[in-house]
């Protein structure tokens, strides 16, 4: 199994930078290694050719071939789209939660951890930054399905900004956390022991979002590294143990690394945001007609995305098809999805930085958003008018993360 264990420091996620993506790389043909010829022999010719192509964020071969033309298409959309993200990030209503800092962990018996670095510790903005429309909405949305996806917090007093407590590295280390996700949370019956990413069944095309969140997360730990090192801060080795971005990269998402697909599923988790986005977007645009969002020029902002030629272009939708056609042959069992998802969200209490523990539950309550609109109760999909403001808050928040995810994948090639 690939999990990814010590490749996880749950964090500690980087400032959304969004004005730097390299312009993408076409993807090109390479002789197959023994290690690809035997991945390729086991698996279905309906997603696998015998000539794999390359990623431009990586120097790995595609598994599953049916995403290499919405891959294509991020990397070409993301130099327009990043600037826009980074726009909506100051807006008041994708940037305030109502979370709650103080739950226990349900899942593991832990140590108190005191966190070395100021970076860890985030605070409650005053309660008259918080415009009361979101308090009103918020507080107004707060039952849930006992059935449902995953679960925000109760709506409390405490509002945190995500504008003042952006990502950052802390040298957190959340090993353990990702460990209990990877090998409790995720699907290892049946066929998804012999293939966790892409079996053919819904469970594996789970496995495979929730890798692509810890890429995320993975990425933007060496982005934060990065950042630290181009300001001239010094990394000393009792806060941080990891330094060297570039060893971490190879670590964690090369294709030699400890999951070698970590950046196709990347990919593919970032594909499922975004036809989440697009199922939502009725939604959203309903939200800024009402003055909900914002003004005149947040709206505007918004719309730029919602009318962006990458969320019409069919072959973003590749993940979500794979997912929902895998769902309609066992809707029964979709319910261990939802409770695996809820499960997600409680898991990161265990997150022991709260800055991390914060993003966290913004990044999981974005990718349950999407698995939502995706399939539903049943495999058909999700009714976007039910969606509640923090899960589409979550949910756009989630796509700029993941931009900024792909990006430093990029810039490292």
Known sequence: MRYFLAAASAGCLTTLSCNAFVSPQTFRSVPLTNIQAHVLKRHSPKHYSSHPRVLAASVASLHDE???????AIDA??????????????LPYFRLYSCDM??????????????????????PVDDDEVPSDIKIADFKEHEFELDGWARWDMPSEDYYDTLLFPED?????????????HNRIGFHDGAMSA????????????????????????????KGMQEKINLG??????????????VEFKRRLGPEGET????????????LLLSGVRAAKDRLLMDCDMGKVGDAQACQVLRSILTHPLL?????????????????????????????????????NCVQCNKCRFHGKISTLGLSTALQLAVGHRGTGGDAVKIHRVELAALVTAVGKFSSGIDLCLEMQ
């Open 66 to 72: 049916s995403l290499a033309p919405g891959i294509q």
């Open 77 to 90: 959309a993301l130099p327009t789209l990043s600037p826009l993200f980074a726009e909506l990030r100051s």
């Open 102 to 123: 103080l739950a226990s962990c349900e899942y593991l018996p832990q140590d108190l951890f005191e966190c070395y670095t100021e970076s860890c510790e985030i605070y």
């Open 169 to 181: 590295y802390t040298g957190y280390d959340g090993a353990e956390v990702w460990r209990f996700i």
């Open 195 to 222: 293939d966790e990413y892409d079996a053919d069944d819904w469970k594996a095309d789970f496995n495979k979002a929730v890798s692509g969140l810890h890429s995320m997360v993975s990425a933007q730990v060496i």
């Open 233 to 246: 801060e010094e990394l000393d080795a009792e806060s941080y143990e990891w330094r060297d971005p570039f």
């Open 260 to 271: 070698p697909e970590a950046v196709e599923n990347l990919y593919f988790t970032m594909m």
């Open 312 to 348: 019409d272009d069919p072959s973003i939708e590749a993940a979500s098809h794979r997912l929902r056609n895998h769902a309609l042959k066992d809707s029964n069992s979709l319910w261990e999805a939802r409770m695996r998802t809820r499960d997600l969200m409680r898991i990161m």
